[in-house]
């Protein structure tokens, strides 16, 4: 029989028997949904992931950080029993510039500030760069924004979400409890911008009680306390995306460096800069220490030849291709851990299959005996039996992976396209490979679930069957 | 004259429990190209097992059966398909025509099988339901036909893939006698005038005069073979 023929065949059985066909058809659908969901979800965090890295710098950026100068958004500790104190300076950003395959390499640094305006105070993380710096870290600004230049006087970049930091002075609800937005614009408002924040806190805490306590340990520094700076500050452009927006740059102000260092050097002149390390008499150091370098290898390949030679310079290092692929490794567990509960319903599925066969043969036992003597052979009949099942699985994957972007849209929309769940972007995430996969699949099962049937159907003797009446 | 089908020394045996029961004890027969034959018998004589044992459908217990000048006890399934397919066909005594098809399809079937294209298939099939007077229900269901008319397609369907040899048992069981004159009669035609070997399996003596040999079967054994075309030779002679 030639396969138009057989397929001939197979659709019409199907089609005489469409309640049953429609069920175990349905028993796929609802398989190939699990999988191809469950699946996506893992896909749709390992996207997330690679654009939080292409964001970060892509993955022939480095991290490089030594003892630890200014504060980390995510306190590291345990690096200080080092002796050799091994600190990010101006002469090691130069150094890395000159290593091989190192394009660019340029110093961060990272503080915690606190932002005034009105009746509102928010608590917010600096990251300074140079201009390149902060070029390299291909921030989408929204329109109008630019990337501060280097000036006389402050101007940041602020993340989408920053705005959400704020809340009323004295412990006014957040946002998050409210879902009020606090009376700021970000883009326009001129804001006081803190960075002494011990003496913020100081002279707050003297406006109310003491504050006799810290000037005792202030190195004997007599008077009273003083009022802390405040640095009028106006945004140069903010981040792209709305408030409940995640991406790797909407809880950061940005702003440039070079800006930076001289005013902390103003202000603290004489006194050690917040997160600055101090000499064993509690003294500052001469120079000025960044929180990390950032480091722009030219090729891909050599990413992991330039890490480890800065590692034998004494500094720690992350790449971002060590971080990718360690958490490959892992996103690669979730989604077999979530593609195997999917599986299951694809396998009750395929015993679905199977007993439907099965009966579909003892219904045609007579008709597969009429068909054997009149001249039909064997492989034909497994072939029939196998079309049809190989059908069922098809339809089902094909109307599983329909229904499967239907629920995967739900889903993005449920949760706020990652939002609510601190992704980047859409939460499930159904690429075409896996579309094609678990078609595949699905066919496969039927296939599968098919054969003994169909082997059956083949071995029923002719005549036993023309004799069932 | 070409010998079609030679039996040699036939048996089938079945085990019934404890019981022994000899469905075929010894059959020996030639049958030749273009012949028409009944087998007639009682009730459990043996008729089936015998016409199952040349078509293929069953395997002897012991001796031979030659059809077409190929052993056939000797194939195995997917051999004796094989056979069938070129060189067999068969008439079923309760039709079993394919109720998904209507009276086109059921007839090119078997030619699907044998891999020929739709359209020739169904040229083919239409020229041979013509053949046998079924104009007019080409493409009626085989539930919106009579008996006689399903038995014609059957006829159809056995004869469109142009086979040396038809079996057929009991072609008429399921007929009223009228039905059935009418059913004889179209395949004693078609058989003659394409000059195929016709095995036909009967237990009413009356139709088995439309064959040119009749036997008799007993207890799986041979009574007699009768011949009628040399009767009817004689017949014919003696009115001149
Ligand atoms: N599969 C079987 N197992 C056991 N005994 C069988 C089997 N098939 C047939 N027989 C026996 O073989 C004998 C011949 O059966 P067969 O079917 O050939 O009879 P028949 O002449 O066709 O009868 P009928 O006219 O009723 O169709 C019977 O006695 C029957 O009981
Ligand atoms: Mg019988």
């Known amino acids: ?469 | 004259m070409e010998k079609v089908i030679q039996v040699r020394n036939l048996y089938k045996l079945y085990r019934v429990g404890e019981e022994i029961v000899r469905a075929l004890d010894g059959v020996d027969f030639d049958i030749f190209r273009g012949e028409f034959c009944a087998i007639v018998g009682t009730s459990g004589s043996g008729k089936s097992t015998l016409l199952n044992m040349l078509a293929g459908l069953e395997k002897p217990t012991k001796g031979n059966v030659v059809i077409a000048g190929e052993h056939i006890e000797k194939m195995n399934e997917e051999q004796l398909v094989k056979f069938r397919r070129e060189n067999v066909g068969f008439i079923f005594q309760s039709f079993h025509l394919l109720g998904t098809m209507n009276a086109v399809e059921n007839v090119a079937l078997p030619l699907s099988f044998r891999k020929v294209p739709r359209n020739v298939r169904i040229r083919k099939a239409e020229r041979m339901l013509d053949l046998v007077n079924l104009r007019k229900h080409k493409k009626h269901f085989p539930n919106q036909m009579s008996g006689g008319q399903q038995q014609r397609v059957g006829v159809a369907r056995a004869l469109v893939v142009n086979p040396k040899i038809i079996f057929a048992d009991e072609p008429t069981g399921n007929l009223d006698s009228h039905t059935s004159e009418e059913v004889m009669q179209l395949m004693k035609r078609v058989v003659k005038e394409q000059n195929k070997t016709l095995v036909m399996v009967t237990h009413d003596a009356h139709l088995a005069t439309y064959a040119d040999r009749v036997f008799h079967i007993s207890d799986g054994k041979i009574l007699k073979i009768e011949n009628n075309q040399k009767e009817r030779t004689r017949q014919n002679e003696e009115q001149e």
């Not at chain 1, 089609?15 to 609802?30: A, C, S």
């Not at chain 1, 329109?143 to 501060?148: C, D, M, N, T």
């Not at chain 1, 330039?306 to 567990?333: H, W």
């Not at chain 1, 579909?360 to 196998?386: A, D, H």
């Open chain 1, 1 to 469: 029989m030639s396969w138009m023929d057989l397929l001939r065949m197979s659709g019409s059985n199907l089609k005489r028997r469409k309640l049953r066909t429609f069920l175990t058809v349905l028993g796929v659908v609802i398989g190939t949904t699990s999988i191809v969901v469950m699946i996506s979800l893992g896909l749709g965090m390992q996207q997330s992931l690679y654009r939080e890295v292409e964001q970060s710098g892509g993955l022939t950026s480095i991290r490089v950080t030594g003892e630890s100068a200014g504060d980390s958004m995510y306190s590291e500790s345990g690096s200080e029993s080092e002796d050799t104190a091994k600190y990010i300076d101006d002469e090691l950003i130069k150094t890395l510039g000159t290593l091989e395959h190192v394009e660019a390499s340029y110093p961060v640094y990272e503080m915690s500030v606190i932002l005034l305006k009105g009746g509102y105070e928010g608590y917010g993380f600096l990251k300074a760069m140079p201009y390149e710096g902060l070029m390299e870290e291909k921030i989408p600004l929204a329109e109008g924004g630019k990337l501060p230049a280097e000036s006389s006087s402050l101007e940041l970049v602020y993340g989408n979400a920053v705005i959400t930091d704020f809340q009323e002075k004295g412990g006014g609800e957040s946002y998050w409890e409210t879902g009020v937005l606090p009376n700021i614009d970000l883009a326009k408002d001129s804001l006081f911008l803190i960075l002494d924040q011990d003496g913020y806190y100081n002279s707050q805490s003297g406006d109310m009680d003491m504050g006799s306590d810290y000037s005792a340990e202030n190195d004997g520094e007599s008077q009273p306390v003083k009022q802390v700076k405040k640095h009028v500050v106006k945004a140069s452009g903010i981040v792209e995306g709305a408030p409940d927006d995640y991406n790797a740059h909407s809880s950061y102000i940005y702003c440039n460096l070079d800006t930076l260092v001289p005013i902390l050097k103003k202000e603290f002149s004489g006194r050690v800069i917040p997160g600055q390390p101090t000499t064993s008499s509690g003294k500052a150091y001469k120079d000025f220490y960044y929180s990390s370098a950032q480091v722009k290898v030219d090729d891909i390949d050599q990413v992991n030849e330039v890490a480890d030679s800065i590692r034998q310079m004494g500094y720690s290092v992350e790449t971002n291709a060590e971080y990718l692929q360690s958490m490959q490794k892992e996103f690669a567990m979730i989604e077999a851990v979530l593609g195997g509960i999917g599986a299951v319903s694809l396998f009750v599925a395929a015993i679905g299959i199977a007993n439907t066969m099965m009966m579909s043969i003892y219904e045609r036992t007579k008709e597969i005996g009429v068909i054997k003597v009149l001249g039909c052979s064997l492989k034909n009949i497994k072939q029939m039996f196998l079309m049809e099942a190989a059908f069922i699985g098809l339809i089902g994957g094909v109307i599983g992976n329909i229904f499967s972007f239907f629920v995967s849209a739900v889903i993005n929309a449920i949760t706020g396209h990652g939002a609510a769940m601190g992704f980047d972007g859409d939460i499930s995430y159904i690429p075409i490979w896996l579309v094609l996969v678990s078609l595949g699949i699905a066919m496969l099962v039927g296939i599968m679930a098919g054969y003994f049937p169909a082997k059956r159907a083949m071995q029923l003797s002719p005549l036993a069957a023309i004799r069932t009446e």
